[in-house]
Every structure is written in C-alpha cells, then in structure tokens.
C-alpha cells in the first residue's frame, strides 16, 4: 500500500509540501502519456496533436482543480471508438462544439452533486463496455500495424483482417511488411519487458520502450513507413474558433445526443478510475462532484481548443501512485513537461512510425478485454452479471458504443425484478460506544447506493464498524461490488470491522478471517 499524502494538495505550501516525490513520479507518467496521447489520438480518427493538447489541458487545468488529486486526466482509449464514428459521420469540425456541450453537461451534472449517482452504475455494464472497447480496438489498430486505415466498423474491420495477412509478401520488402514488422518490434518489446523488467527500473514504462525500439529501427535502417505528423508549433494545435458558425453542429439533435453520449461515459469512466485510484492509497479519498466538475472545465476547453474529449484514465493514474506521487503537483507537472516536449522538440515526434503507435494501442486494447471480470462475475454473483456483461461486449463490438451500454443498463433492471415491490432501503447508524453498528434494512440495490455509500464512506478511519446485513432481504451484485471494495480498503488500513448476516448476504463479500 502506498504510503498516505500528507494533504491534500491544496494551498501553496501543501502543492509543494513532497516536491521530490511528485517531480519523479510526474517524469514517469509524462514517459507512460506521451505514446498513449498520440495513440489514441490516431485510433479516434485524428491528427495525433489533437490528443497531446488533451494531455496538457488534462494534466495542468484538470490536474490542479480534481477531485481526486492522484488521479491523471488525459485522452481515454474508452472514447476512442465513439470519436472515431463520430469523426468519420461528422467530421472534425463538429467535434469541438459536441465536446464543448459535453463539458458542460458534466459542470451542471457536478453542480448537482450528481457523481455519486454514475458509481451506482452496474459493474457489469462497465466492464462489458471496456471489454468491447478494447475488442474494437485492437480489431482497428490491427490495420494501422499495416500502414493502413481502419474501416468503419468492428465487422467490417474484423472481416478485412485475413485479406491483410494473406497478402502480405516479405519478399519484395514493400512499405506494408516493413510497417507490420515496426508494429510487431513495438507489441514484443511492450509484452517481453512487462515479463522481464528487473524490480529496479520497474517504473520505466513498456510503451515508451516499444516506441523508442520501433523509432530507432526504422531511423536507423531508412525504412520507409509512414510516420506521425505534427504542427510545427504547438499554438497551431491549439485552434480557437473563428466564427458563430462554429456553433452550427450543436443545432442537429442527433450530435446533441452524441454530447450527452460522450458527457455520460467520460462521467463514467473518470469516477470508476477515480475509485480504483482510492484503492491503491490510503490517503485523501475522491470528492466525487468536485472532480466531475473539473472534468466538465477540461471537455469545455477541449472542446474550445478542438481537441480530444478527457476522462480520468487508469494506467496512467495507477503510474502516478507507483512512482510515489503525493499531491496533485505530480499530475500538473506531467502535463508541463508534454506541453515543453511538443514545443521544443516537435521534429523528434515526427521520427515515430505510425505501426509503432499502432503497436502500443493494440496492447491497451487487449488489456481492457479482461475475462477476470466476467468470470469473477459469474462465481460471485451469479449467471445473470456474467449475461449482461456479455450482452454488453456483444452489442458494442456488432453495434455501437451507445447502443451495447443502453441494453446492459437496460438488462440491469432484470435483479431488481423480484423485488420490485420492496425497493427501498433504510440505512442506519447506531453509536455502540466504541464501535459504530450500520445496519441496512430492505432490498440492497443501485437504487439506493448513492446513499449508501454515502453513509459508509463518512465512517471514521480510526473507528471500528459493525455492518449489520441481517435485514437485508436481497442484495444486487452493483451493491455487492461496492460493499467488497469498501470492506477492502478498510482491511488494508486495519480497521476491525465487523460483518454479520444470512449467510446467502454474505456469500460474495470478502469477509475477514
């Protein structure tokens, strides 16, 4: 477990209070940010600036407002798919306007103190959404490892893949082989050094090696592979809009549902990584409203600077606490140092083989296509889970993005059918002197987890819980989730909570030994 930061980051003396710390740890999540910006950028369907601007806005503007101050904010492989087929329907120019209303969406939403309502989302839902995500995108980026364009769908894209390598001809060295072999330095290197990486430069990310790998290879043998473009100054990546028709986009009902699609699973998947994060450090824990109003700011100036839309991204914000972060100084300064690099040395970036970015996203993308978590699903909570998550990854890799979450939240309704007649749930506290007895009484579901959680989470550290289920007439698996996590952290703080209920309550909670 991480050690505690000693605050908050907030004030002049505390955002400078472990400068050491945060200065390294901010060079190790610049390296690990750096290949993804660009990457996901390519895989959206746009020029690789577009995502570093995201970083910079991500890392200084978001970074020093969050809710969450470990938490890095930058360009998502989760909105890859849907920029891609909006960019691809739309066209760039009417990203900016979208993402701008998106950003807003969240400010209200935040405003609202609406956050704590997306972590009652299904797990389930979540990470089939991710899972299908990252399906789409290793299928796509499968086609830039060939120099070449990704189509318009999943299926489409999946069905084109044997023509690519049955047509592939090593014996006339052509641009094709040359960029595949790029592509496969940079994905071997990426897996060989995540197996082999000794204990001491265990910071030092894959990604940035298969890259530097793939760059010095191709440089080096003059091989003839088409390469990331950049400006030749970054102001020109930061394009304002020069008239009220740039507005225009925003009056087409169709692109106002894409703002609140994009606003929904950004909000979603910045307080899900926001969680994680807390999971991995004992020290300030998210404020939930507070940090989706700083994600709305970073997608309203996204959106004014015409870049990629942001959420709170977990490899990079996992980095962060590894590499010894402390307070939010980490994640501003990563977002400098990006900010510095494109500036000073853009010609260097324009060195980099577009396979090798290719490379790095097909690895992200196989990582978010995680069976643990189906399979976790099914043996702690059930068939049903396991279906809805699976229901989910189906639709948004033979649908869309939007389409595979609605139905997952949709099937989510199905646990709630047997007790729709006893929805509600009281919860409770009772002082028993040195400890605190949380009793729940009703029907545990997401309907009643923003309250829930509420109650749990103000419970001191230094204070023993007795969690008192035994009036619990059933519990949904969104709820188990949220209890098995909560139970979790307080363990590894060592807290002596105590858990007692029917033994079909407690089942899929990790109780203690």
């Known amino acids: 477990m991480i050690p505690p930061p000693a605050s908050t980051g907030e004030g002049r003396s505390g955002l400078f209070s472990h400068f050491g710390r945060d200065f390294t740890a901010s060079i190790v999540v610049f390296l690990v940010a750096m290949p993804l910006c660009m990457g996901i950028a390519i895989a959206s369907g746009v020029p690789p600036e577009k995502g570093l601007v995201t970083g910079i806005i991500g890392g200084v503007v978001v970074g020093l407002l969050a809710g969450s101050p470990l938490q890095v904010s930058g360009p998502a ?6 920029v891609f087929e909006f960019v691809r329907e739309n066209g760039l120019e009417a990203l900016g306007p979208v993402l701008l209303l998106a950003g807003v969406l969240q400010l209200i939403a935040g405003a609202l103190r609406l956050g704590g309502l997306f972590r009652a989302i299904s797990p389930a839902v979540v990470h089939g959404m991710l899972a299908g995500i990252g399906a789409l995108i290793v299928i796509g980026q499968f086609h830039i490892l060939f120099d070449a ?16 390598v049955f047509g592939l001809d090593f014996s006339n060295a052509a641009a094709t082989e040359m960029a595949l072999l790029v592509g496969v330095l940079t994905i071997t290197v990426m897996l060989a050094w995540e197996k082999l990486r000794p204990k001491s430069m265990g910071l030092v990310p894959g990604a940035l090696l298969g890259v530097v790998s793939a760059t010095l290879v191709a440089w080096g043998l003059g091989l003839d ?8 100054s970054i102001s020109a990546a930061f394009s304002l809009p020069t008239s009220a028709e740039w507005f225009a986009p925003l009056g087409r009902p169709a692109l106002i549902v894409a703002a609140i699609a994009i606003a929904f699973i950004a909000s979603a ?5 926001a969680a994680a994060v807390d999971r991995m450090h004992d020290g300030v824990r998210t404020h939930y409203d507070k940090e989706l109003r700083a994600q709305g700011i970073g997608n309203f100036l996204c959106g004014v600077f015409g870049a990629l839309p942001m959420t709170g991204v977990i490899v990079r914000s996992s980095a962060n606490v590894q590499a010894g972060a402390r307070t939010r100084l980490s994640t501003i300064l990563h977002g400098v140092w990006i900010l510095g690099f494109v500036a000073l040395l853009p010609w260097l970036l324009r060195e980099v083989p577009m396979a090798a970015l290719g490379g790095v996203l097909v690895v ?13 699903l099914f043996k702690a909570h059930g068939p049903l889970p396991a279906a809805i998550w699976a229901a989910t990854f189906v639709l948004v890799v033979t649908t869309d993005l939007l389409t595979g979450v609605l139905v997952g939240l949709a099937l989510s309704v199905v646990e709630l059918l047997p007790h729709y007649k006893h929805l509600w749930l009281k919860v409770a506290e009772h002082d028993e002197g ?9 029907a545990a579901t997401f309907v009643r987890l923003t309250r829930l959680n509420a109650v749990l989470e103000k419970q001191p550290a230094d204070r023993p819980v007795h969690l008192d289920l035994g009036r619990v007439r059933a519990m949904d698996h969104t709820t188990a989730e949220t209890l098995s996590e909560w139970i979790s952290r307080r363990r590894k703080g060592g807290q002596l909570d105590r858990i007692t209920g029917p033994a079909a309550i407690l089942r899929p909670l990790p109780l203690p030994v």
Not at 225 to 230: F, M, S
Not at 434 to 442: D, K, S
């Open 149 to 164: 364009k990704p189509l318009s769908s999943g299926l489409q894209n999946l069905a084109a893949m044997p023509a690519r």
């Open 77 to 82: 492989a989760g909105l890859a798919v849907i």
């Open 434 to 442: 040195e400890a605190t007895r949380v009793e729940l009484h009703g």
């Open 364 to 376: 992200t993308g196989w990582k978010l296509v995680s069976l643990k978590h189906v399979t976790h």
């Open 225 to 232: 592979v088409a390469r990331i473009e950049v400006p030749a």
């Open 269 to 273: 998947e910045t307080l899900l990584s």
